[in-house]
Protein backbone atom coordinates (compact mmCIF):
# COMPACT_ATOMS: atom_id res chain seq x y z
CA UNK A 1 0.00 0.00 0.00
CA UNK A 2 1.37 2.93 -1.38
CA UNK A 3 -0.38 6.20 1.22
CA UNK A 4 -1.81 7.26 -2.04
CA UNK A 5 -5.74 6.55 -2.27
CA UNK A 6 -8.15 7.19 -5.26
CA UNK A 7 -11.87 7.13 -5.71
CA UNK A 8 -13.41 5.65 -7.12
CA UNK A 9 -11.91 2.42 -8.13
CA UNK A 10 -14.37 2.20 -11.18
CA UNK A 11 -16.29 4.87 -13.32
CA UNK A 12 -18.63 3.69 -15.55
CA UNK A 13 -20.19 6.83 -17.77
CA UNK A 14 -21.42 8.33 -21.31
CA UNK A 15 -20.14 10.52 -23.96
CA UNK A 16 -20.23 13.84 -23.66
CA UNK A 17 -20.84 13.55 -19.71
CA UNK A 18 -19.02 14.89 -16.43
CA UNK A 19 -16.91 13.43 -13.76
CA UNK A 20 -14.44 14.30 -10.99
CA UNK A 21 -11.45 11.75 -9.63
CA UNK A 22 -10.11 11.91 -6.44
CA UNK A 23 -6.73 11.61 -4.85
CA UNK A 24 -5.77 11.94 -1.26
CA UNK A 25 -1.52 11.95 -1.27
CA UNK A 26 0.65 10.16 1.53
CA UNK A 27 0.34 11.63 4.71
CA UNK A 28 3.30 14.68 4.29
CA UNK A 29 3.19 14.75 0.59
CA UNK A 30 2.80 18.09 -0.95
CA UNK A 31 2.98 17.61 -5.10
CA UNK A 32 0.21 15.25 -6.83
CA UNK A 33 0.37 14.04 -10.09
CA UNK A 34 -1.97 12.62 -12.19
CA UNK A 35 -1.66 10.43 -15.69
CA UNK A 36 -3.21 8.57 -17.77
CA UNK A 37 -2.64 5.11 -18.94
CA UNK A 38 -4.28 3.64 -22.10
CA UNK A 39 -3.62 1.01 -24.44
CA UNK A 40 -2.26 3.12 -27.18
CA UNK A 41 -1.03 6.33 -25.85
CA UNK A 42 0.84 3.90 -22.76
CA UNK A 43 1.25 5.91 -19.26
CA UNK A 44 1.52 10.02 -19.87
CA UNK A 45 1.95 12.98 -17.57
CA UNK A 46 -1.27 15.23 -17.45
CA UNK A 47 -0.93 17.68 -14.55
CA UNK A 48 1.11 18.56 -11.49
CA UNK A 49 0.13 20.33 -8.33
CA UNK A 50 2.40 20.98 -5.70
CA UNK A 51 0.90 22.95 -2.40
CA UNK A 52 -2.61 23.97 -4.00
CA UNK A 53 -0.81 25.66 -7.60
CA UNK A 54 0.09 24.30 -10.60
CA UNK A 55 3.29 23.19 -11.26
CA UNK A 56 3.39 21.50 -14.75
CA UNK A 57 0.76 20.28 -17.18
CA UNK A 58 2.03 17.35 -19.75
CA UNK A 59 -0.64 16.25 -22.88
CA UNK A 60 -3.59 17.28 -20.55
CA UNK A 61 -6.70 18.09 -22.71
CA UNK A 62 -8.86 21.32 -22.60
CA UNK A 63 -11.54 19.10 -21.59
CA UNK A 64 -9.88 18.38 -18.53
CA UNK A 65 -9.01 20.37 -15.43
CA UNK A 66 -7.42 19.87 -11.90
CA UNK A 67 -7.02 21.11 -8.76
CA UNK A 68 -5.60 21.07 -5.02
CA UNK A 69 -7.47 21.38 -2.15
CA UNK A 70 -5.73 23.62 1.25
CA UNK A 71 -5.93 18.96 3.02
CA UNK A 72 -4.14 18.84 -0.31
CA UNK A 73 -6.46 16.16 -1.88
CA UNK A 74 -6.64 16.68 -5.46
CA UNK A 75 -9.31 16.28 -7.94
CA UNK A 76 -9.54 15.54 -11.75
CA UNK A 77 -12.21 16.76 -13.65
CA UNK A 78 -12.86 15.42 -16.71
CA UNK A 79 -16.04 16.59 -19.16
CA UNK A 80 -17.53 16.14 -22.50
CA UNK A 81 -15.83 12.76 -22.37
CA UNK A 82 -15.39 10.65 -25.20
CA UNK A 83 -15.11 6.71 -25.99
CA UNK A 84 -11.38 7.78 -26.05
CA UNK A 85 -10.88 9.09 -22.78
CA UNK A 86 -11.58 5.38 -21.72
CA UNK A 87 -7.68 4.90 -19.78
CA UNK A 88 -6.87 4.04 -16.23
CA UNK A 89 -5.98 7.56 -14.44
CA UNK A 90 -3.04 7.16 -11.46
CA UNK A 91 -2.68 10.10 -9.37
CA UNK A 92 0.80 9.82 -7.46
CA UNK A 93 2.42 12.43 -4.75
CA UNK A 94 5.67 13.31 -3.62
CA UNK A 95 6.97 15.37 -0.60
CA UNK A 96 8.25 18.12 -2.85
CA UNK A 97 8.28 19.11 -6.54
CA UNK A 98 11.14 19.22 -7.12
CA UNK A 99 14.18 17.20 -5.99
CA UNK A 100 16.85 14.68 -6.99
CA UNK A 101 16.05 12.00 -4.50
CA UNK A 102 12.33 12.37 -5.18
CA UNK A 103 10.41 9.57 -5.88
CA UNK A 104 6.67 9.36 -6.65
CA UNK A 105 4.22 6.89 -4.86
CA UNK A 106 1.29 6.19 -7.10
CA UNK A 107 -2.51 5.51 -6.23
CA UNK A 108 -4.41 2.19 -7.16
CA UNK A 109 -5.95 4.31 -10.41
CA UNK A 110 -9.30 5.01 -11.35
CA UNK A 111 -10.58 3.12 -14.20
CA UNK A 112 -12.83 5.09 -16.01
CA UNK A 113 -14.94 3.65 -19.13
CA UNK A 114 -16.64 5.89 -21.13
CA UNK A 115 -19.59 4.17 -23.56
CA UNK B 1 13.43 15.68 -25.83
CA UNK B 2 14.01 13.94 -23.12
CA UNK B 3 12.81 9.99 -23.36
CA UNK B 4 12.70 6.50 -22.26
CA UNK B 5 13.01 3.39 -24.68
CA UNK B 6 11.83 -0.31 -23.82
CA UNK B 7 12.65 -2.07 -26.80
CA UNK B 8 10.95 -5.28 -25.62
CA UNK B 9 7.03 -5.37 -25.41
CA UNK B 10 7.56 -8.74 -23.57
CA UNK B 11 10.55 -10.76 -22.04
CA UNK B 12 9.90 -14.81 -20.98
CA UNK B 13 12.07 -16.33 -18.39
CA UNK B 14 12.04 -19.91 -16.65
CA UNK B 15 12.26 -19.62 -13.14
CA UNK B 16 15.49 -19.58 -11.48
CA UNK B 17 17.21 -17.63 -14.23
CA UNK B 18 18.38 -14.32 -14.39
CA UNK B 19 16.10 -12.21 -15.96
CA UNK B 20 16.83 -8.87 -17.43
CA UNK B 21 14.59 -5.82 -18.78
CA UNK B 22 16.07 -3.34 -20.71
CA UNK B 23 15.84 0.43 -20.91
CA UNK B 24 17.77 2.89 -22.36
CA UNK B 25 17.51 7.25 -22.01
CA UNK B 26 17.68 10.12 -23.88
CA UNK B 27 18.11 13.24 -21.76
CA UNK B 28 19.48 16.90 -21.74
CA UNK B 29 21.30 17.02 -18.77
CA UNK B 30 22.16 14.42 -15.56
CA UNK B 31 19.54 11.53 -15.94
CA UNK B 32 17.62 10.76 -12.83
CA UNK B 33 15.96 7.39 -13.62
CA UNK B 34 13.48 5.21 -12.18
CA UNK B 35 12.08 1.23 -12.53
CA UNK B 36 7.88 0.60 -11.41
CA UNK B 37 6.54 -2.53 -11.31
CA UNK B 38 2.65 -2.68 -12.33
CA UNK B 39 0.61 -6.25 -11.31
CA UNK B 40 -2.80 -6.47 -12.37
CA UNK B 41 -5.39 -4.08 -12.02
CA UNK B 42 -2.69 -2.89 -9.22
CA UNK B 43 -1.12 1.16 -9.45
CA UNK B 44 2.70 1.36 -10.28
CA UNK B 45 5.11 0.69 -7.38
CA UNK B 46 8.26 2.02 -6.88
CA UNK B 47 11.27 -0.63 -7.42
CA UNK B 48 14.49 1.81 -7.25
CA UNK B 49 16.13 4.54 -8.85
CA UNK B 50 19.61 6.23 -10.14
CA UNK B 51 20.52 9.57 -9.10
CA UNK B 52 24.04 9.73 -8.97
CA UNK B 53 26.74 7.65 -7.28
CA UNK B 54 27.21 3.77 -7.88
CA UNK B 55 26.09 2.47 -10.97
CA UNK B 56 24.31 -0.41 -9.65
CA UNK B 57 21.53 0.24 -8.06
CA UNK B 58 19.94 -2.23 -5.42
CA UNK B 59 16.30 -1.92 -4.83
CA UNK B 60 12.71 -4.02 -3.83
CA UNK B 61 12.06 -7.33 -4.07
CA UNK B 62 15.70 -8.26 -5.27
CA UNK B 63 16.36 -6.24 -7.94
CA UNK B 64 18.63 -3.73 -9.50
CA UNK B 65 19.57 -2.01 -12.05
CA UNK B 66 22.85 -1.12 -13.97
CA UNK B 67 23.69 2.36 -15.20
CA UNK B 68 25.88 2.69 -18.39
CA UNK B 69 26.40 6.45 -19.29
CA UNK B 70 28.16 5.24 -22.43
CA UNK B 71 25.74 3.00 -23.23
CA UNK B 72 22.67 5.25 -22.43
CA UNK B 73 20.52 2.38 -20.72
CA UNK B 74 19.01 1.31 -17.51
CA UNK B 75 18.63 -2.20 -17.83
CA UNK B 76 16.97 -4.23 -14.39
CA UNK B 77 17.93 -7.10 -13.71
CA UNK B 78 17.41 -9.72 -10.89
CA UNK B 79 19.67 -13.17 -10.21
CA UNK B 80 16.98 -15.37 -9.90
CA UNK B 81 13.54 -14.84 -11.22
CA UNK B 82 10.23 -15.93 -9.38
CA UNK B 83 7.04 -16.84 -11.03
CA UNK B 84 5.44 -13.71 -8.98
CA UNK B 85 7.82 -11.64 -10.30
CA UNK B 86 6.02 -11.50 -13.41
CA UNK B 87 4.35 -8.07 -14.09
CA UNK B 88 4.18 -5.18 -16.48
CA UNK B 89 7.80 -3.37 -15.92
CA UNK B 90 8.11 0.71 -16.60
CA UNK B 91 11.46 2.33 -16.82
CA UNK B 92 11.01 6.20 -16.64
CA UNK B 93 12.98 9.49 -16.64
CA UNK B 94 12.72 12.41 -14.89
CA UNK B 95 11.21 15.34 -17.04
CA UNK B 96 14.05 18.50 -15.89
CA UNK B 97 13.09 19.97 -19.40
CA UNK B 98 11.91 23.69 -19.26
CA UNK B 99 9.16 23.37 -21.37
CA UNK B 100 5.96 24.11 -19.66
CA UNK B 101 7.44 24.23 -16.31
CA UNK B 102 7.85 20.97 -15.73
CA UNK B 103 9.00 20.06 -11.80
CA UNK B 104 9.67 16.48 -11.80
CA UNK B 105 7.29 14.58 -13.31
CA UNK B 106 8.18 11.06 -15.17
CA UNK B 107 8.57 10.11 -18.59
CA UNK B 108 7.70 6.98 -19.12
CA UNK B 109 8.33 4.16 -21.62
CA UNK B 110 5.68 1.96 -23.17
CA UNK B 111 6.33 -1.09 -20.30
CA UNK B 112 7.92 -4.35 -20.88
CA UNK B 113 5.61 -7.97 -19.77
CA UNK B 114 7.58 -9.72 -17.64
CA UNK B 115 6.12 -13.67 -18.34
CA UNK B 116 8.26 -15.90 -15.89
CA UNK B 117 7.01 -19.83 -16.01
CA UNK B 118 7.64 -22.26 -13.60
Known amino acids: DSGVTQTPKHLITATGQRVTLRCSPRSGDLSVYWYQQSLDQGLQFLIQYYNGEERAKGNILERFSAQQFPDLHSELNLSSLELGDSALYFC??????????????FGPGTRLTVL | AQSVAQPEDQVNVAEGNPLTVKCTYS??????LFWYVQYPNRGLQFLLKYITGDNLVKGSYGFEAEFNKSQTSFHLKKPSALVSDSALYFCAVRDDSNYGGSQGNLIFGKGTKLSVKP
Open chain 1, 92 to 105: ASSVVARTVRNEQF
Open chain 2, 27 to 32: VSGNPY
